[in-house]
DNA sequence: CTTGACTCTGTACTTAAGTACGGAAGTAAG
DNA sequence: CTTACTTCCGTACTTAAGTACAGAGTCAAG
């Protein structure tokens, strides 16, 4: 029962994916993805599951995943290392709240900066640009 | 009373500015710096208004404005555009707030995978996998 | 006057995540 | 059977912000 149908070509598996059929094949180089065999030099099929590989790899980098570091969870994939995913995610989320924490302070300069900027009409120079150039 | 006194080598420059020689080099080629004349094929000289220009790209990259945005941030440098540079601030501040709620939304969905991940042990998968096999 | 450090110039390389292209071969429709 | 679309494969190009390096020239100290 673990034969799904392959029946799809790079091009549809692609556009059900919503990727580029360039990215496909980009992923099966990095070796994110395996390619299946070639039926007598013809035409490679793809099945569901090569789908789903496409769908762990976008959600993965939408949460901030390198591809490099997807690499590293689909090396756990077979449900016995919950310990070592759970810490790579750990790892993620503490780089995530960091990133944050860096944007949220631009977010104040950045707001200050636009408040003081004309203000103080009548000045030699824009306080916004004279800050930069202190800074 | 405009003639700063242009002592700095560009190796010297780099040192105070924190930056690499070949950085320099690199805002020169890209139009971000202008060149010092070279005294009859000699070595090229740098003051202190070349150090605030690099300290000023340098501010405006921590507040996450590209290269290409600080070329044009330096066009309005005269003062007398500070509108333009207002504007300009406003767009990327909420550039800025659009990418903290990206990273909000990361971090609830990474917050609540790791949660999830192991405390529901004996399962088949791991749900974090799970999880992102699915989304 | 030589040595060593620095500068100048141009070109090439780096990373990440793809995108584009050229030519050959397979495949589906008419 | 021809035409048109895909696929396959390898290679090269893209962007951003630099970094690295080779070969030639310059400069200051000893």
Redesign the pocket.
Do not use: M, W
């Given at each position: 029962m673990n034969e799904t149908t392959e029946t799809?070509?790079?091009?549809?598996?692609?556009e059900a994916a919503g990727?580029?059929?360039?990215?496909?094949?980009?992923?099966q180089?990095?070796g994110l993805m395996q390619?299946?065999d070639?039926?007598?030099?013809?035409?490679?099929?793809y099945g569901d599951a090569d789908l789903a590989r496409v769908h762990f790899?976008?959600s993965a980098?939408r949460l901030g995943?390198?591809?490099?570091?997807?690499a590293d969870l689909l090396k756990l994939e077979d449900g016995s290392h919950c310990t070592e995913a759970r810490e790579q995610a750990e790892r993620k989320l503490a780089d995530v709240r960091a990133r944050l924490a860096d944007l949220q302070r631009i977010e104040g300069a950045l707001q200050g900066l636009v408040e003081r900027c004309c203000a103080a009409s009548g000045q030699v120079q824009c306080p916004l640009i004279a800050a930069l150039q202190a800074a």
């Open positions: 799809l070509t790079i091009g549809v598996l692609a990727v580029n059929v360039e990215t496909i094949r980009f992923y180089r990095k390619e299946p070639r039926p007598q030099g013809g035409i490679r099929r790899i976008k980098q995943f390198s591809l490099d570091e997807v």
